[in-house]
T-cell receptor, first 109, second 114 residues
Framework: AQRVTQPEKLLSVFKGAPVELKCNYSYSGSPELFWYVQYSRQRLQLLLRHISRESIKGFTADLNKGETSFHLKKPFAQEEDSAMYYCALRPLYGQNFVFGPGTRLSVLP | DAGVTQSPTHLIKTRGQHVTLRCSPISGHKSVSWYQQVLGQGPQFIFQYYEKEERGRGNFPDRFSARQFPNYSSELNVNALLLGDSALYLC?????????????FGPGTRLTVT
């Protein structure tokens, strides 16, 4: 069965500190991995996906197939990064997304 | 483009009733997916439709059904509502481009079952 886990419900860091939001997945094939973000009173939106290998708003994420992880990282957190972050998996030939439970990131001044 | 739109925004129903939620995708998007998000959890996949055909179904009872219209808008129907159906229902339209799969979410419909 496909599953996405995010071990931290809440992560608090100070402004300027590095941040890492953890994501682990279970899937026997080759999935597509995504990070979605939801800012306060806004809709869920795509932050980044592993196949594009890009940095968005200073965030990066590397797919580690050996550890089945897709952790989200940013070297210097900003207050505007405070939001709910969801890791999601899409099977290579599947139509559904499997979301993790989410991690609330709080960046303190 | 206003993005994905959903109606209504909020809805209160009684146990046993049925409900219809509506979604309009982004212009040009032919695929629509529905998700249920219970408080404190991530979205859970219910259905995906592409070109009016069901292409995927999550682990939900038969009380849940959906359809897609020729203009690619979609409806989600839930019959015999239970208290546990109270959730935020999200619609997403998607496009597969040369850069990969992109999914855009609507603001959601919050359903409360009393």
């Amino acid at each position: 069965a496909q599953r996405v886990t995010q071990p931290e419900k809440l992560l608090s860091v100070f402004k300027g500190a590095p941040v890492e939001l953890k994501c682990n997945y279970s899937y026997s094939g080759s999935p597509e991995l995504f990070w979605y973000v939801q800012y306060s009173r806004q809709r869920l939106q795509l932050l980044l996906r592993h196949i594009s290998r890009e940095s968005i708003k200073g965030f990066t994420a590397d797919l580690n197939k050996g550890e089945t992880s897709f952790h989200l990282k940013k070297p210097f957190a900003q207050e505007e990064d405070s939001a709910m972050y969801y890791c999601a998996l899409r099977p290579l030939y599947g139509q559904n997304f499997v979301f993790g439970p989410g991690t609330r990131l709080s960046v303190l001044p | 483009d206003a993005g994905v739109t959903q109606s209504p925004t909020h809805l209160i129903k009684t146990r046993g009733q049925h409900v219809t939620l509506r979604c309009s995708p982004i212009s040009g998007h032919k695929s629509v997916s529905w998700y249920q998000q219970v408080l404190g959890q991530g979205p859970q996949f219910i259905f995906q439709y592409y070109e009016k055909e069901e292409r995927g179904r999550g682990n939900f009872p038969d009380r849940f059904s959906a359809r897609q219209f020729p203009n690619y808008s979609s409806e989600l129907n839930v019959n015999a509502l239970l208290l546990g159906d109270s959730a935020l229902y999200l619609c997403a339209s998607s496009l597969y481009s040369s850069e990969g799969y992109e999914q855009y979410f609507g603001p959601g419909t919050r359903l409360t079952v009393t």
